[in-house]
């Protein structure tokens, strides 16, 4: 596997987040899921934009709630990845 910086995991996650909180599995706000999470709103809006920096444990949560592993939430493109699926 591709060693992935920084930056790259930030924006993996970011794009995940958004594919994940807006699929139809899982259609959700992110004050729903701020809620869900017991974080402020604000946290979920700075990680989709990719303008905050990631906390392991708010991220163990989501990979929890969205039931995948934090490898896959972080390094995987999940919306290209779950196309080429079906």
């Not at 060693?3 to 139809?24: D, G, H, Q, T």
């Not at 999470?37 to 303008?51: A, C, D, F, H, W």
């Not at 039931?67 to 999940?78: G, N």
Request: aromatic share 10%.
């Amino acid at each position: 596997m591709k060693r992935l910086s920084e930056p790259e995991l930030c924006k993996i996650f970011a794009s995940n987040l958004r594919y994940l909180r807006k699929s139809r599995d899982w259609p959700l706000s992110q004050e729903a899921l701020a809620r869900i999470l017991q974080v402020p709103r604000k946290t979920i809006m700075n990680y989709e934009s990719g303008s905050a920096s990631l906390s392991a444990y708010v991220v163990y949560r989501i990979a929890d709630y969205f039931h995948i592993s934090m490898e896959e939430l972080l390094t995987k493109k999940l919306c290209e990845e779950r196309k080429n699926t079906f």
